[in-house]
Nanobody, 124 residues
């Protein structure tokens, strides 16, 4: 399994970015997909997660209502739409896959596969 994240960049506060994650290597319909982020000097933080095939979506309180996760089954893509960005959203963002849907989605240990990360910088 390979994950390739892209779409990061520099944006002003209040702006938007869409991160993409290309997944390859198998069929992911039974997987959970998630996004995490890591700011300088901090640990890896849960952003959001959802079953690849859709349904319930879980978001961290800090991004709920501003960020949206989605998948495109036909293209094997995962997206993170980020709106109303704040300077505190500055971090490296990672996409991840979890092959056991009953595990704790908010814990990075539950995820088996990780992308390389893409840097998002929000200026004030």
């Amino acid at each position: 399994v390979q994950l390739q994240a892209s779409g990061g960049g520099l944006v002003q506060a209040g702006g938007s970015l869409r991160l993409s994650c290309a997944a390859s290597g198998r069929t992911f319909s039974s997987y959970v997909t998630g996004w995490f982020r890591q700011a300088p000097g901090k640990g890896r933080e849960f952003v959001g997660a959802m079953p690849w095939s859709g349904g319930y979506t879980d978001y961290a309180d800090s991004v709920n209502g501003r960020f949206t996760i989605s998948t495109d089954n036909a293209k094997n893509m995962v997206y993170l739409q980020m709106n109303s960005l704040k300077p505190e959203d500055t971090a490296i963002y990672y996409c991840a896959l979890n092959s056991y849907s009953d595990s704790d989605w908010r814990n990075p240990i539950s995820f088996d596969y990780w992308g390389q990360g893409t840097l998002v910088t929000v200026s004030s």
